[in-house]
């Protein structure tokens, strides 16, 4: 684990040049995620009886009880692993893949969330970004950029990404705007090198301030149904599941409106939370 200064820290729009790199820190971040899942959905009591009740007919055909038992179980996890949303996707969100190069930003000036940190120590928080000489032969590798329409923008949603002189550590996803007062939070990945340091939290702050700013009255954000780690997250920054206590029939209404996502027999694969900016 590394000492993390966060005042140093700027959060800033994902861009093009940064797509590979946040790729590569969700397949890190979510390690272990799919399989668990399946692991959950597996042992579900309806989903018990029936691989029971093929097992047995199975038994009757193949005259093996090993192989009666192991082939619905391996079809079920090829199914679950070709239908539940990728790695690589964003769970909770109604596409099954995330579209990064809409989502990377192409603006003349860089935005960035607000660094409560920075303020409090006074520095001021840059980004380094290692240069190097561009051939003749880089030149006619680059391939020409895809056309991002406003539209696609708008669609394709947010990513920020957490950067600290040029490395980024974490990364924050919202989804697109689909409510006029309401958002999203579909993913948040911070580095093994940079856990238990604060930027997870510094992350969804600085999300939640910019969006309260911008007219946002509720914010949701879905977890992964055997995830504790994340449960126990957003519990701490103020975050309710959806049922728990007594809600007025306003939030009734709100809440109906947002539905985790299932899987397998209808088995919900994420737990949604919800906080009120």
């Known amino acids: 684990m590394v000492r993390l200064e ?10 093009e040049d940064d797509i590979e790199m946040v790729k590569a820190l969700i397949k890190e971040g979510c390690e272990g995620t799919e399989n668990r899942l399946i692991l959950h959905v597996l042992t579900r009591p ?39 949303p990728r790695s690589t996707g964003v769970l909770g969100s ?30 001021t928080p840059g980004t380094k970004k290692p240069r190097r ?5 880089d030149k006619d590798k680059e391939l020409p950029t895809e056309n991002v329409s406003p539209e696609r923008e708008q669609e394709a949603g947010l990513v920020w990404v957490a950067d600290c002189d040029g490395e980024i ?25 940079y856990r ?5 939290r510094l992350l969804v702050h600085s999300l939640e301030q910019r969006e309260m700013e911008a007219g946002a009255l509720r914010v949701y954000t879905h977890i992964p149904f055997p995830s504790k780690l994340g449960e126990a997250f957003f519990r701490k920054l103020g975050y309710r599941q959806i049922g728990e206590g007594t809600d007025d029939e ?3 209404e709100k809440n109906k409106l947002e539905t985790p996502e299932r899987g397998f027999l209808g088995h919900p694969l994420t737990k949604v939370f919800y906080k009120d900016l």
């Open 6 to 15: 966060l005042d140093k820290v700027v959060m800033r729009r994902m861009k």
């Open 133 to 137: 000489k561009i051939t003749p032969k």
């Open 169 to 193: 550590l974490g990364c924050i996803f919202r989804e697109s705007e689909k409510r006029a007062d309401i958002r999203r939070i579909c993913r948040v990945v911070t580095g093994s090198w």
């Open 250 to 252: 306003e939030d009734f």
């Open 94 to 123: 109604s596409r099954p893949y995330w579209d990064y190069v809409g989502s990377s930003y192409r603006g003349t000036q860089d935005e960035t969330l607000p660094n409560p940190f920075s303020r409090i120590s006074g520095k």
């Open 46 to 84: 309806l989903c018990l009886f029936i691989l029971a009740v093929i097992s047995s007919v199975l038994r009757c055909l193949v005259h093996s009880f090993i192989l009666a038992l192991a082939i619905p179980v391996f079809l079920l996890i090829i199914f679950l692993k070709i239908t539940m």
């Open 196 to 200: 238990r340091e604060g930027l997870g």
